[in-house]
């Protein structure tokens, strides 16, 4: 450091500032890099027939509800958003205006660990009311998979797994990242089969915003 530098507090804010700047930066890089790869790995272990099992059972519902907590559930009301671009009664649980479940509807539920209590109570009364039941889970063997008729297991860390080596991000923030990619696939093929043209879709964008 020159001499002016350290005698002087505004230069040598200046130069600790741009020091900070540069460490960010590296540090964005190398965060960047790992949660690419992270998805990148998890998203590629999803098995696709677990997938078409799932996109068959939205193609035969007559309705289809949403339910998750916390950040799975926002995901899955992304997803509820992009159904309905495509033109489906789609609920989600929870809101005022959801009706009640039904024989002929499907229930699309996530939940990292599986447990998430008032997902699973979701889940068991939607098929006690004769509706089906499709799921996102990391935990094949959990009561919400028990209770559903396709589950799509994503192979990323539960959110309580803290030392996990599959994943350095924290609290499940892996599996919530690849269910997000997994539903814009699932979009993407409904939408292939049904080629709606996007000018079509945007029709239903919402116009109240």
Not at 34 to 52: G, H, K, Y
Not at 126 to 132: F, I, N, V
């Amino acid at each position: 450091m020159s001499v002016i530098a350290a005698t002087d507090p505004a230069l040598a804010n200046a130069s600790l500032a741009d020091t900070s700047l540069a460490d960010t930066s590296r540090a964005f890089g190398r965060n960047r890099d790992l949660v690419q790869r992270e998805i990148s790995e998890v998203f590629n272990r999803v098995d696709p027939a677990q997938v078409a099992a799932l996109v068959t059972e939205l193609r035969l519902a007559d309705r289809i509800f949403v339910t998750g907590a916390g950040r799975s559930g926002l995901v899955l009301k992304m997803a509820a958003m992009r159904l309905m671009h495509l033109g489906r009664a789609v609920h989600v649980v929870g809101e005022t205006t959801a009706p009640a479940i039904s024989a002929g509807d499907v229930l699309l539920a996530a939940s990292g660990s599986g447990t998430t209590s008032s997902v699973v109570k979701a889940a068991q009364t939607a098929a006690a009311q004769g509706a089906r039941v499709a799921v996102y889970t990391t935990n094949p063997g959990s009561p919400l998979a028990e209770a559903a008729s396709a589950v799509v297991v994503i192979p990323a860390a539960q959110k309580t797994d803290h030392g996990s080596a599959v994943s350095r991000q924290y609290s499940g923030s892996l599996f919530e990242q690849v269910l997000f990619t997994t539903t814009e696939a699932v979009f993407q093929i409904l939408w292939d089969e049904e080629a709606i043209a996007p000018e079509d879709l945007w029709l239903r964008h919402a116009n109240l915003e």
